[in-house]
């Protein structure tokens, strides 16, 4: 796809996600900064912030662990030892149990919510952590993304639902 036709269906992907009452209600919202091919999330992003929400997204510890941190209108960010840009200054963390809502990059989708991530497992092991569908975690993806089965590990953990610029998707089941 064109950068162009990227940021056409992650627009119509959006417009899908506003009409959901989880983004809605979500306050605090973990999120991404679009690395590759993933979905684009700057006007994702950009419209949380409008809507006074609070936007958390991934960094990378020493230890290989994903935390979310808060990203404020107009914050700085780099690149880390990835590639992926990620805040420069680093704000509050946000623990997984109290974000509302977390929108998941992936370069793969398959009908039963299982994912391809680019290979590290960080979002993985993140949602090992999560009890329950809480918060509730979605893929932000293209519909060309879809596949008929993303291979799975013990550890790969499903997703709740993936919107796309053709609407929610939700799993059929495993």
Same mark, same amino acid.
């Given at each position: ?10 627009? +119509?992907?959006? *417009?899908? =996600?506003?009409? #959901? ?13 679009? &690395? ?30 994903m935390q979310m941190h808060e990203l404020r209108a107009h914050d700085p960010c780099h690149r880390n030892g990835y590639g992926i840009r990620e805040?420069?200054?680093? +704000?509050?963390? *946000?623990? =997984?149990?109290? #974000? ?13 919510? &299982? ?27 293209f519909h060309l993304q879809l596949i008929p089965a993303v291979p799975r590990a013990p550890w790969d953990q499903p997703l709740d639902g993936i ?12």
């Open positions: 796809m064109s950068p162009a036709q990227k940021n056409a269906a992650a627009a +119509r992907a959006l *417009r899908h =996600l506003q009409g #959901l009452r989880m983004w809605q209600h979500a306050r605090h919202i973990g999120l991404y900064l679009a &690395y590759a091919s993933e979905t684009p999330t700057d006007t994702l992003i950009a419209l949380a912030h409008q809507q006074h929400k609070q936007v958390y997204v991934p960094r990378i510890t020493g230890e290989g662990l805040p420069r200054i680093t +704000r509050p963390i *946000r623990p =997984l149990r109290q #974000l509302d809502l977390l929108l998941i990059p992936l370069i793969g989708f398959d009908p039963n919510g &299982y994912r391809l991530g680019t290979g590290g497992g960080f979002y993985d092991r993140y949602l090992a952590r999560r009890v329950g569908h809480h918060p509730p975690c979605i893929g932000w993806a919107i796309t610029e053709r609407g929610m998707q939700w799993p059929t089941g495993s």
